[in-house]
């Protein structure tokens, strides 16, 4: 079904999980919550998914892609533990977290859209204005997310201060 390999559905069913995971997340929080049950989920997921594209990736840009999100999602995961930074982790934190959904969700879009429904695909193709136009509007959610995100994590600091100063 859809052109699938059985390791190609180990490789999308293990990192499905993680697509509800970071809009739960983001939604309910703002940002991915590394030591959150949620959080561990959604780490576990992508490493599924980061590590099983090598096994199935059949073009150069998939492994790139995997290994900028493994990098991302290590480094992610992995700054909260570095005692220097203190509350400032939470925005390097952030970042590379964030752009670990981004970098699942490209691919995700781009290989539903060109394979689904079965048979007559959506996007006919990478140059398909459909799939462009897609992958342009996740940019710009990127973008404004990364934003707000930032926004966001000032404006507590602040209230921090303002709160350990009274």
């Known amino acids: 079904m859809f052109g699938i390999s059985p390791l190609g559905w180990l490789h999308t069913l293990g990192s499905l999980p ?6 739960y997340m983001l ?6 919550v590394p030591r959150s049950a949620a959080g561990v989920i959604y780490f576990g997921s992508m ?33 909260g533990y570095v005692s220097r930074l203190g509350r ?23 290989e539903t ?18 799939l462009l136009g897609a992958l342009g509007s996740l940019f710009v959610m990127l973008v404004v997310g990364l934003s707000l995100q930032i926004i966001h994590l000032r404006r507590q600091g602040r209230a921090a201060l303002v709160v350990s100063h009274r």
């Open 47 to 79: 490493l599924i998914g980061g590590l099983t594209v090598f096994l199935v990736a059949k073009q150069p840009v998939s492994n790139v892609i995997a290994v900028a999100t493994l990098a991302l999602l290590i480094a992610g995961y992995g700054v």
């Open 18 to 23: 993680a697509i509800p995971l970071a809009i």
């Open 88 to 110: 400032a982790a939470a925005y390097p934190e952030t970042i590379f977290l964030t752009l670990t959904v981004f970098l699942l969700m490209v691919p995700s879009v781009n």
């Open 113 to 130: 859209l060109t394979r689904v429904p079965d048979g007559n695909p959506i996007a006919s193709g990478p140059g398909s204005p459909i």
């Open 27 to 32: 939604a309910r929080h703002g940002r991915i």
